[in-house]
């Protein structure tokens, strides 16, 4: 067998191979996996996008009050909580009012670089019928929480 | 006090974050390192065009090296698994994904075959001599399949990419771990048992 018919040959059988599927069910499996993998960890994308907004609602929140104590909660609006399902419209909710630390915010997805993780804010906190926090309003920022 | 949920929709809204977390964009015909870099974002219709572009590269090449068509799918699902854990591992700067994965497969492949090994006795541990049932037939092709599967490991995997997957010497080269020359040498020498083998075949049957 000389060089030609050997690549000849090599044609026919890459030719063959290439018509042998791979078994059924690989792209699903993979496709759950790369869904398993993205609920464990959320897209990067999302950490900035939250952590963008949320740090302009806390210079916006710090530089336009001109006191600490100052509350203007109905002019403020409320910022949903990353990762949170978005409401329905046919939902009901609570508003509670409690002080929350931006250490918690920060832990809840928003990315708060400039802010003291020591420092608390007073916040209306928008809760929904399972119990869990869907979004937030800040009222006025307080001390340092040690 | 509960209240109707829908008096703050239009507020959740203003506030300029997304209503839901699904607001995927379509993938539009862009290249490949854009593709990437959106599944490395996590991106799930990014992710899905390159496993499309790519899975059956890899599929092949471990068919090739297992000569069993459920091997092959199990290694082709680990190396794109793999990816998934991995996502910062490629780097688009140092080679193409095609070749980058490739690599991985060959990983997979190695220590399937380490694991396989262990526990098989030796006449049965000779993966990929037999070609699949699909090539069985063609007694030219089944007989090429035998005579590259019985090559020595490294111009197996010479062959395969470079012949069979047409890669280029320098795709085979950053697979392969190995210089640019050591693949056109590998390449050179597989030829040379090829045609040794199959002439020998020849001469038998007749």
Sequence with gaps: MNDPQLRSGMRDLAKRVAGIEPPEGLEAAVMAEFDLAHRRRPPVRMFAMCGALAASLLAGALLLRPAPEATAAESQPFYPIPYTAPLEPYERVLIVQKQVSVSELIAAGFHIPAADPNTAMQADVMVSQDGRARAIRPVSFERSVQ | ?206
């Design chain 2, 1 to 206: 006090m509960w209240q109707p949920a829908s008096a703050f929709l239009k507020e959740l809204e203003v506030a300029g974050v997304p209503a839901a977390i699904n607001v995927i964009e379509p993938v539009h015909n862009g290249s490949e390192r854009e593709l990437v870099e959106r599944f490395r974002d996590g991106d799930r219709d990014a992710f899905s065009a390159l496993y499309k572009i790519h899975h059956a590269g890899v599929f092949r090449f471990a068919l090739y090296m297992t000569g069993d068509r459920e091997r092959a799918g199990e290694i082709a699902q680990e190396v794109f698994v793999w990816l998934i854990h991995h996502p910062a591992a490629f780097d688009p700067a140092r080679g193409d994904l095609r070749s980058f994965l490739g690599g991985v497969a060959r990983q997979m492949l190695r220590r399937r075959r380490r694991e396989e090994q262990r526990w098989l006795p030796l006449d049965e541990s000779a993966a990929g001599a037999a070609p699949p049932a699909e090539i069985a037939d063609a007694e030219e092709a089944a007989d090429l399949w035998k005579a590259i599967a019985s090559l020595p490991e490294r111009y197996r995997e010479t062959v395969i990419l470079c012949d069979m997957e047409e890669m280029s010497n320098e795709q085979a080269a950053e697979i392969l771990g190995c210089a640019v020359g050591t693949v056109w040498s590998r390449l050179h020498r597989a030829h040379e048992l090829l045609q040794r083998k199959l002439q020998a075949k020849n001469v038998r049957c007749s």
